[in-house]
Antibody, heavy 124, light 107 residues
């Protein structure tokens, strides 16, 4: 079965660090684009970061310079290293696979596999 | 960044109703538009990809259309399990952006 499972969330003080993990099964993370998406309590979805199969990474402006996405091919796992955490980073963090299809000359991407999420709370 | 504007933010409806949710992109994104459904305490679920393609296993009462930068999700006959929050998302370029969500509520 194709699935992802997040772990690593918890309570951390402002300015602290946390590393989230996203373990994949049924597919290979290095062959796919992998995203982190978060949702603050009572709020909507916010895209956080993407790791392309090439190894290129992109980040939302709100986390640029503080968060780092990476992967361990041997563990088939994607990580989100979060440093200098702020109260506004408190959220449920979801890992999601980007699937793709080709139509004509364009590639289309959509997040078709999501984990259940892991909760990060930044508070003193 | 591309802004995605969804309307309405809240939509009271009854079982059996036909409902329409709209999403407007701040610039042209072609068909790089996806729709997700999220129920309380659960992860989002992909419903529609490439603006109008139904994800496998999603009931056919869900359809979607596109016209320029305007996108529409239509539920033809609401079922009790459809009461949830719906989000559009553009995958045209990074950063990916979501609409603010439309909460479908029981009238």
């Amino acid at each position: 079965e194709v699935q992802v499972a997040e772990s690593g969330g918890g309570l951390v003080q402002p300015g602290g660090s946390l590393r989230l993990s996203c373990a994949a099964s049924g597919f290979t993370v290095s062959n796919n684009y992998m995203n982190w998406v978060r949702q603050a309590p009572g709020k909507g979805l916010e895209w956080v970061s993407i790791l392309y199969s090439s190894g290129t990474t992109h980040y939302a402006d709100s986390v640029q310079g503080r968060f780092t996405i990476s992967r361990d091919i041997s563990k088939n796992t994607v990580y989100l290293q979060m440093n200098s955490l702020r109260a506004e980073d408190s959220a449920v963090y979801y890992c999601a696979r980007d699937s793709s299809l080709v139509r004509g000359y364009s590639y289309y991407y959509y997040m078709d596999v999501w984990g259940k999420g892991t909760t990060v709370t930044v508070s003193s | 960044d591309i802004q995605m504007t969804q309307s309405p933010s809240s939509l009271p409806a009854s079982v059996g109703d036909k409902v329409t949710i709209t999403c407007r992109a701040s610039q042209s994104i072609g068909s790089h538009l996806n729709w997700y459904q999220q129920k309380p305490g659960k992860a989002p679920k992909l419903l529609i990809y490439t603006a109008s393609s139904l994800q496998g296993g999603v009931p056919s009462r869900f359809t979607a259309t596109a016209s320029g930068t305007d996108f529409t999700l239509i539920i033809s006959s609401l079922q009790p399990e459809d009461f949830a929050t719906y989000y559009c998302q553009q995958s045209y370029t990074s950063p990916y952006t979501f609409g603010q969500g439309t909460k479908l509520e029981i009238k």
